[in-house]
């Protein structure tokens, strides 16, 4: 009796047009609704803040600094969610890693919409919240890992890298999405209304949205567990990667992720708070800047993830690091100056979503490509939560934190400029050709 050689769940040939389709969708609508949700409590950081942790007459700097530390501790519960869920997707199949952690992530982010806040249950509407926090990071950290892993095995021959790319459109349209009902519900309602109970309704919105997305899962074809899966064409069977090969596999997807992740939060997801409290700028024409940024994200992934197809993920990627590397600070500048004309900051931080866009178009199947299909959901997905763990989730703690104590406005510029810089000789690492080459 000879023993199952592993490879992919389901070889690229061997795959269904409608089952590739179905894929997509049921892959790319949990992403929608994860980056959704992590967009609005972004977005409405202030009044969450003042919510659950300001006490009155208590620091409205100090209650955004511990808003952003529940906001960080979510994304470093990120990597166990990727770890537990992925090990999970890896033997048991793709599908029910996918349905688990949809349920679980609109399950904590509709609770957030209905907790009491400071004012009603004093200390422990803080901790309640940190607590639904931490559930929605295990979850979106199981969600990149089986998403990716679906959406690239199932795509047809030459099209992985903007299969992949929709992982990451959805990610501009989810965040675009939470600008927007921020903007409409701050342009429709009174101060008192927003901090009283509108912030609520973004959040009770995740509930439908995540019925939707159970009932796409559910839909999907089911699966071989990797670990069981017998070698399909195009499969190159093998033993199970020794675990170093695989840590430092994760290591270095988290150098080439490094500048996506802090520069992709820094413009897109702090910017709103960071306009307010440094540069006195109102909570609508922040919102309007960040859908604007977020516009220019979304508008360029997926020309991007199809351009790496042709070219190579390595140029492409390389490209947009380098020109947020070296427009960071000058686009900064630009939004400071009090007396620049709208639509020239307008542009410049439609540009600079643009930049980190062509970083996450390819990015999904650059990540794909270093995993073999035994590891895959927990490689991939260890390497992009650690790198938004650490570069992301730290984002906006980080720099309100060191504004807050230097005075120094162009931190943001900084940081997003040095974190791509280091991801240019990370991304240098790749090879020209992964694009043309079969998944392992």
């Given at each position: 009796?000879?023993?199952?050689?592993?490879?992919?769940?389901?070889?690229?040939?061997?795959?269904?047009?409608d089952d590739a389709r179905r894929a997509l969708v049921a892959g790319s609508v949990g992403n929608f609704?994860?980056?959704?949700?992590?967009?609005?409590?972004?977005?409405?950081?202030?009044?969450?803040?003042?919510?659950?942790?300001?006490p009155e007459g208590g620091s409205e700097v100090e209650g955004l600094v511990k808003a952003y530390a529940?906001?960080?501790?979510?994304?470093?519960?990120?990597?166990?969610?990727?770890?537990?869920?992925?090990?999970?997707?890896?033997?048991?199949?793709?599908?029910?890693?996918?349905?688990?952690?949809?349920?679980?992530?609109?399950?904590?982010?509709?609770?957030?919409?209905?907790?009491?806040?400071?004012?009603?249950?004093?200390?422990?509407?803080?901790?309640?919240?940190?607590?639904?926090?931490?559930?929605?990071?295990?979850?979106?950290?199981?969600?990149?890992?089986?998403?990716?892993?679906?959406?690239?095995?199932?795509?047809?021959?030459?099209?992985?890298?903007?299969?992949?790319?929709?992982?990451?459109?959805?990610?501009?349209?989810?965040?675009?999405?939470?600008?927007?009902?921020?903007?409409?519900?701050?342009?429709?309602?009174?101060?008192?209304?927003?901090?009283?109970?509108?912030?609520?309704?973004?959040?009770?919105?995740?509930?439908?949205?995540?019925?939707?997305?159970?009932?796409?899962?559910?839909?999907?074809?089911?699966?071989?567990?990797?670990?069981?899966?017998?070698?399909?064409?195009?499969?190159?069977?093998?033993?199970?990667?020794?675990?170093?090969?695989?840590?430092?596999?994760?290591?270095?997807?988290?150098?080439?992720?490094?500048?996506?992740?802090?520069?992709?939060?820094?413009?897109?997801?702090?910017?709103?708070?960071?306009?307010?409290?440094?540069?006195?700028?109102?909570?609508?024409?922040?919102?309007?800047?960040?859908?604007?940024?977020?516009?220019?994200?979304?508008?360029?992934?997926?020309?991007?993830?199809?351009?790496?197809?042709?070219?190579?993920?390595?140029?492409?990627?390389?490209?947009?690091?380098?020109?947020?590397?070296?427009?960071?600070?000058?686009?900064?500048?630009?939004?400071?100056?009090?007396?620049?004309?709208?639509?020239?900051?307008?542009?410049?931080?439609?540009?600079?979503?643009?930049?980190?866009?062509?970083?996450?178009?390819?990015?999904?199947?650059?990540?794909?490509?270093?995993?073999?299909?035994?590891?895959?959901?927990?490689?991939?997905?260890?390497?992009?939560?650690?790198?938004?763990?650490?570069?992301?989730?730290?984002?906006?703690?980080?720099?309100?934190?060191?504004?807050?104590?230097?005075?120094?406005?162009?931190?943001?510029?900084?940081?997003?400029?040095?974190?791509?810089?280091?991801?240019?000789?990370?991304?240098?690492?790749?090879?020209?050709?992964?694009?043309?080459?079969?998944?392992?």
């Open positions: 009796m000879t023993t199952p050689v592993p490879g992919p769940v389901r070889p690229p040939a061997t795959v269904r047009p609704i994860e980056w959704y949700e992590f967009g609005i409590y972004g977005y409405f950081a202030t009044v969450i803040a003042a919510q659950f942790f300001t529940s906001f960080a501790l979510a994304f470093f519960f990120r990597p166990v969610g990727a770890a537990v869920f992925g090990r999970f997707g890896d033997r048991a199949g793709r599908r029910p890693a996918l349905v688990l952690v949809v349920c679980l992530m609109t399950g904590a982010t509709a609770m957030i919409g209905l907790l009491p806040t400071y004012a009603s249950i004093g200390t422990a509407a803080p901790w309640l919240l940190t607590l639904l926090r931490i559930l929605q990071g295990l979850s979106a950290g199981g969600e990149f890992g089986g998403a990716v892993s679906v959406m690239t095995e199932c795509a047809p021959p030459g099209r992985r890298g903007l299969y992949g790319a929709w992982q990451s459109f959805t990610v501009g349209l989810g965040l675009l999405a939470g600008a927007s009902v921020a903007v409409v519900l701050a342009s429709v309602l009174t101060t008192a209304q927003l901090y009283g109970w509108g912030w609520r309704v973004p959040f009770l919105l995740t509930l439908p949205l995540g019925l939707i997305a159970l009932r796409l899962r559910l839909r999907l074809p089911p699966d071989a567990p990797p670990a069981a899966a017998p070698g399909g064409a195009g499969a190159e069977g093998g033993p199970r990667p020794r675990p170093g090969e695989t840590v430092r596999a994760v290591v270095l997807g988290v150098g080439r992720m490094m500048g996506w992740s802090a520069a992709g939060y820094t413009l897109l997801v702090v910017m709103p708070s960071y306009l307010q409290s440094t540069l006195g700028t109102t909570f609508q024409r922040a919102l309007l800047g960040t859908v604007l940024a977020n516009l220019g994200f979304a508008a360029s992934i997926l020309p991007a993830g199809r351009l790496s197809d042709r070219i190579g993920r390595r140029t492409v990627m390389v490209a947009g690091a380098l020109l947020v590397a070296v427009l960071a600070l000058p686009l900064l500048h630009l939004v400071q100056d009090p007396g620049g004309p709208a639509y020239e900051k307008g542009a410049a931080l439609f540009a600079a979503g643009a930049g980190v866009g062509l970083m996450a178009g390819p990015g999904p199947a650059m990540l794909a490509e270093m995993f073999p299909a035994r590891v895959r959901c927990t490689g991939l997905g260890l390497a992009y939560a650690l790198s938004n763990a650490v570069f992301s989730g730290c984002a906006g703690l980080i720099i309100t934190e060191v504004v807050e104590r230097t005075g120094n406005l162009d931190v943001p510029g900084y940081y997003a400029a040095a974190t791509c810089a280091v991801s240019v000789a990370a991304l240098l690492t790749l090879r020209g050709d992964d694009h043309r080459r079969a998944l392992r």
